[in-house]
């Protein structure tokens, strides 16, 4: 896959998929307000219902002024998706009961879900993400990393069917590269393992926060995509981009040098994903090498950014709780 995806006169594509965490009305709207003003459209994820578990924060649809606001922000351009229909254990009978209120209030179903944290009724996920050696190796470092079932008939969280039918594409590796197209070119691909219940997968640039943000997303960086016609889906959690009171200002010169260059495509994560599909004309199937490389390449990220580099999620909310 090249660049012969994009617009003629286009060079590059930068987008976002911004994680629902600790995403509050008063901390997305300068954030989403200053998109908007730049011109930059990305994939804001929601939930249905308000978290149930203590580990979680956010606002949620049954909130009608976020609610509101969510709605303001698909009129404007941005894309909805879905990160589970709340934060915890939710049943097959309230999973599908969240998905219709998602379409009542939103108009539609979301094309895109990705997964939560330890939510059980995730599809494919925990150390079913990777192949072996990997899924061993995660069963006895992580052994909490293992019960999700939203993809096995018979668990009370069952819902692999509504999300085969429903979601079109879910978020599943992240790399330290912002081109995607220099480690993951399949994407969006599909995976023979997990064809029974899901559709397309993709991956995206690890940033999950402003500190891995700023530090990804520097003007070599960018300059760099540009040059190489490059694809790139950052995933990253808007919540925190207020956390000093002010909009972080890496993401702000980030985003303003992005849209300086003016030859980039900023469209939702669905958008640009359709793009890719439409240039290669044929599905892509991630074969077993290549998912091993990206599963190495996958927790390598992981592993530099929690024990080496020390700025992931766990250590910024050790400053900004």
């Not at 108009?107 to 990997?134: C, L, Q, T, V």
């Not at 495509?265 to 290669?280: I, N, Q, T």
Request: glycine fraction near 6%.
């Amino acid at each position: 896959m090249t660049a012969t995806a994009l617009p003629a006169n286009k060079r590059f594509a930068f987008t976002i998929v911004d994680d629902t965490d600790d995403t509050f009305l008063e901390n997305i709207r300068p954030v989403y307000d200053f998109l908007t003003e730049q011109r930059v459209f990305i994939t804001k994820t929601v939930w249905v219902y308000p978290p149930r578990d203590a580990a979680s924060r956010g606002d949620s649809l049954q909130n009608r002024e976020y609610l509101n606001y969510v709605l303001d922000l698909k009129r404007r351009g941005f894309e909805i998706a879905l990160h589970n229909v709340g934060s915890g254990h939710y049943t097959r009978a309230e999973i599908l009961a969240g998905l219709e209120e998602y379409r009542d209030l939103l108009g539609e179903y979301p094309k895109i879900h990705i997964n939560h944290s330890y939510n059980p009724d995730n599809i494919y996920s925990g150390n079913k993400r990777f192949g072996f050696p990997f899924n061993r190796i995660l069963r006895v470092l992580y052994p909490r990393y293992r019960d999700f079932s939203g993809e096995e008939e018979g668990s009370p969280y069952f819902w692999g069917d509504a999300h085969k039918r429903i979601i079109r594409f879910n978020r599943n590796y992240e790399f330290d590269e912002i081109n995607l197209l220099k480690v993951n070119p399949e994407s969006p691909y599909r995976d023979r393992r997990y064809l029974r219940y899901s559709n397309y997968w993709f991956s995206a640039a690890f940033a999950p926060n402003p500190w891995c943000f700023d530090r990804l997303f520097t003007r070599p960086a960018i300059d760099r995509l540009e040059r190489e016609g490059g694809i790139c889906i950052a995933y990253t959690h808007l919540g925190y981009y207020t956390r000093t009171g002010e909009l972080d200002r890496g993401f702000v010169e980030a985003i303003r040098y992005l849209v300086s260059k003016g030859t980039g495509l900023f469209v939702p994560v669905s958008d640009l994903l359709e793009l890719l599909l439409k240039a290669r004309g044929s599905d892509c199937y991630l074969g077993p090498a290549r998912k091993l490389k990206l599963e190495f390449l996958h927790l390598l990220t992981r592993a530099k950014y929690r024990y080496v580099r020390r700025i992931d999620d766990r250590a910024f909310k050790r400053v900004y709780p």
